[in-house]
């Protein structure tokens, strides 16, 4: 890798102990240092990539606890790149950032198993706050009793989803969604009350989110999904799910 692309003023080794390293990959200088410097001062260790096709080798070599992911960048754009990741079983957070208010885009990168987006121009509070309520569901105190709806069981302490014997890959947000959901079985969630208690925020255009992680709940967990739509109002998980 030439020095070109790589972070030419990493953070001491004790900045990415302290709540972890964080790959921020953004082809802009400018913005690529007021993320650094903000994601610094909360006690983040940064290291930057500028072209896309070096982020798979960086990811493989640093094991970054998050990843703070341009989409549109030079040699590999961020959808392919998290694409690439999900594929090959690598399940660190990802945060995309994106230059367009674009629903589209939005919705094709959650489908690809990222875990949240800010769209340009973001205040750099608004993402260091996005990025820290990733960590927190990550590395969260677990509930140490598996919680088992219909066929789906969920173990916090593992951080794994079953569906009978078969484990079933979920993203961060994924599973704390999920987990959300069957940690009170029965009860009906509101869109609203999802996105405040699993992402942390509330957007106006938040709760297309929300159908985007539940329609790709349903497709992972296939028949067996316990999550039932409540229409007009939001979604509950039940042990015996609905057709909706």
């Known amino acids: 890798m030439s020095s070109a692309t790589t972070d030419p003023h990493p953070e001491p080794a004790t900045s990415s102990r302290s709540r972890g390293l964080v790959l921020v990959v953004e082809d802009e200088p400018a913005i690529a240092d007021v993320i650094r410097l903000n994601l610094t001062k909360a006690g983040y260790g940064v290291h930057i990539e500028r072209r896309g096709d070096t982020v798979l080798a960086a990811v493989a ?108 890959a979920l993203t961060v947000t994924e599973f704390d969604l999920l987990a959300h959901l069957m940690h009170k079985p029965g009860r009906v969630f509101t869109r609203e009350q999802l996105l405040s208690a699993v992402w942390g925020y509330s957007s106006v255009a938040g709760t297309r989110t929300v159908d985007v992680h539940i329609a790709q709940l349903r497709s992972k967990l296939g028949q067996a999904s316990p999550i039932r739509t409540v229409r007009g109002v939001g979604y509950a998980a039940e042990h015996r799910a609905a057709p909706s």
């Not at 606890?65 to 694409?83: K, M, Q």
């Not at 302490?157 to 079953?162: A, E, K, L």
């Open 61 to 168: 070599r640093l094991r970054p606890a998050a990843i703070v992911l341009d989409v549109a960048l030079p040699g590999e754009d961020g959808i392919s790149i998290c694409r690439s990741l999900r594929a090959g079983d690598d399940w660190t957070p990802v945060i995309f950032v994106t230059a367009r208010d674009d629903e589209v885009d939005r919705i094709v990168g959650l489908e690809l198993g990222a875990d949240d987006y800010v769209t340009k121009p973001f205040s750099p509070r608004e993402l260091v706050a996005r990025l820290g309520g990733v960590l927190r569901r990550t590395h969260g105190v677990p509930d140490a009793t598996p919680q088992t709806v219909g066929a789906v069981t969920l173990d916090d302490v593992r951080r794994r989803v079953f569906t009978g014997s078969d484990e079933v």
